[in-house]
């Protein structure tokens, strides 16, 4: 009862905390669209940092990899772990241009740039549309692993349904009342939580169980694993599929447009590698660990938990906290994001609806109550385990990589060539994923793989059959920040380049 | 590298020039797909450990950790110089 009442203290502490800054950024926000859905572009290093990162880690993190690698063997860690380690470059590729840009066309959605750049309307509805699919029934997933990991600490008395509501209710009252400033400052405590949190675990668990491991889980230390699942083809397919889906995630893509200059990214970039080191090396150790203790559960997606269990009651409710963290940041985040598609792109944008900044922000708010209400349902009766809803989504925001990459580095890419090669992408990856299209074309390979290979090849093709739009070539390629820029002379100063025509 | 941009074919092969700014040294990013094989090295095998845990698993671990310095040097060398930096 003392250690039930101290896990109820820590976890109802922590989650008073996260309302309370909900209120308090309620009072010092601007009620403008920019300060809403952006924290004003004004975030720092430290801050953008932990925000990525506490949004990037999800219950996919926490409870899917310890619950793939108790299954599949340690190879999680390369599939994805390794891969968002290398996700620092594209910091550089593509977050850092897209800030330029967004900085200078004043986007605020993510299919605004590709409207904008294209200079096509359906190219953005085709990425708003995709998003709120493919992002909707991930973040009931986050519903779902929060409410389990709460019954897991308090207790199995407990129904699932009052859980998923306090979970469900906390995000809400933080993203309402407080927009992306109380998203930014809450994911950055989660984010510091979750390092701790999951070091803590690591080193609590690996001192009772670490050397023991060498004999008995000798298939799940080395690939292709116990199922067979990470063949080189089922590897190279889930790196592919992480390395293009992130950039795209639209909480993300948003997040590299909320950076106050091009230092934050540079430090992002240096550091970003050894924050995934310390949370996904011991998060799949941690799940293949625990055959040891449970080796035959009934669904692995409870490894996490139960392992948690094995903990003292404060350490875990510090990483239940952590846990916590890890899901409720990433869930707030998907809800303000796909909020602004609504309420940005296809109410504004499509509808012509003409709405003061004050409006917007309500409608905003409304919007994100009624995508909490859905994903609310759908948690309700979850459709599968964590990592297989997840890669289902993942899929859905890699299809348009290609029309990312053409749009940010290829001039040449038309209107038409873009739309086509989004169009075959997206009908491809859909079509394989809802059954329509024979699973024999795409081989072992996931869907969105051979999709995207398809739609970079009808991308490259009708833009070469037809002209780019050459005002938006010259405004993305010859802009302001062009005539401004600087390159270094033969010397090794720098000199400013002036209309680099 | 400098098929990245068509705006730089026919320049030095040591930079990628766009008007979002021009890369230093882009040779470098050759460096990444080279780290992310050596992840692969020895995948294989579960021998030898330490602590119990798997020598590649170590390996990739620190291979992660060597892209700190690897970034380090690509915000210091290669990145586009902007006035507005």
């Known amino acids: ?501 | 590298m400098s098929g990245l941009n068509p705006s730089s074919q026919g320049e030095a092969s040591s930079s990628i020039n766009g008007h979002f700014g021009r890369m230093q040294q882009a040779w470098v990013l050759w460096l990444y797909p080279l780290l992310w094989l050596l992840t692969l090295v020895g995948v294989r095998s579960a021998e030898p450990q330490i602590f119990g845990i798997p020598a590649w698993y170590l390996s990739a671990g620190l291979l992660i950790l060597l892209l700190v310095p690897l970034n380090f040097y690509v915000v210091r060398v290669c990145w586009p110089r902007m006035s507005n930096d």
């Open chain 1, 1 to 501: 009862m003392t250690d039930t009442a101290l896990s109820f203290g820590i976890v109802g502490a922590y989650l008073l905390v996260l309302a309370g800054i909900g209120i308090w950024s309620y009072r010092h926000t601007g009620q403008d669209p920019v300060s809403y859905f952006l924290a004003g572009r004004g975030l720092g290093s430290l801050v953008l940092t932990l925000t990525l990162l506490a949004t990037l880690l999800s219950a996919f993190t926490f409870i899917g990899v310890p619950a793939d690698g108790y299954t599949h063997g340690l190879g999680i860690f390369l599939g994805v772990g390794v891969t968002d380690a290398f996700i620092s470059v594209l910091f550089f590729l593509l977050g850092y241009r897209l800030w330029l840009a967004a900085k200078h066309f004043q986007f605020i959605t993510p299919s605004e740039f590709f409207g904008h750049r294209f200079g096509s309307p359906l190219l953005a509805l085709l990425y708003s549309l995709s998003a709120l699919l493919f992002t909707a029934p991930y973040i009931s997933i986050q519903i779902i692993a929060g409410a389990r990991t709460l019954s897991a600490v308090l207790g199995e008395g407990i129904p699932y349904w009052p859980l998923a509501i306090i979970v469900a209710v906390v995000i809400l009252a933080y993203v309402l009342l407080g927009g992306s400033q109380a998203v930014v400052w809450t994911d950055t405590l989660q984010g510091i939580i979750l390092i701790l949190g999951m070091g803590a675990a690591f080193v609590a668990i690996a001192g009772s169980l670490g050397r023991d491991a060498s004999a008995e889980l000798e298939a799940w230390l080395r690939l292709p694993g116990p199922t067979g699942r990470w063949s080189w083809q089922g590897l190279i397919s889930y790196q592919l599929l992480i390395l293009m889906a992130v950039p795209l995630f639209p909480q993300i893509f948003q997040r590299f447009y909320m950076a106050k200059n091009a230092q934050v990214f540079k430090t992002m970039m240096v550091v970003w590698p050894l924050l995934i080191l310390v949370i996904f090396f011991p998060a799949t150790l941690i799940g293949v660990w625990g055959r040891l203790v449970f080796p035959t559960l009934e669904s692995a997606d409870q490894i996490m938990p139960l392992m948690l269990q094995t903990l003292p009651s404060g350490l875990a409710a510090l990483v239940i906290s952590a846990a916590l963290a890890a899901l409720m940041s990433t869930a707030d985040s998907q809800l303000l994001t796909t909020s602004s598609l609504v309420t940005r792109d296809l109410i504004y944008t499509h509808f012509n609806r003409q709405l003061s900044p004050l409006q917007e922000a309500r409608l905003g708010r409304l919007v994100v109550l009624a995508i909490a209400l859905a994903s609310f349902a759908i948690a309700l009766n979850p459709p599968g385990v964590i990592v297989e809803i997840a890669t289902w989504s993942f899929q859905g925001s890699a299809m348009l990589f290609p029309v990312l990459v053409a749009g940010l580095y290829w001039k040449r890419t038309s209107r038409a060539g873009a739309l086509a090669g989004g169009l075959v992408s997206s009908a491809l990856t859909l079509g394989w994923l809802a059954n329509l299209l024979p699973q024999a074309w795409r081989g072992d390979w996931l869907p969105v793989i051979p999709a995207v290979v398809v739609g970079t090849v009808v991308l490259i093709v009708v833009s070469l059959l037809t002209p780019p739009p050459a005002e938006r070539v010259a405004a993305y390629y010859e802009g302001p920040w062009a005539e401004e820029a600087q390159e270094l002379d033969e010397t090794g100063s720098l000199t400013t380049r002036k209309n680099l025509t």
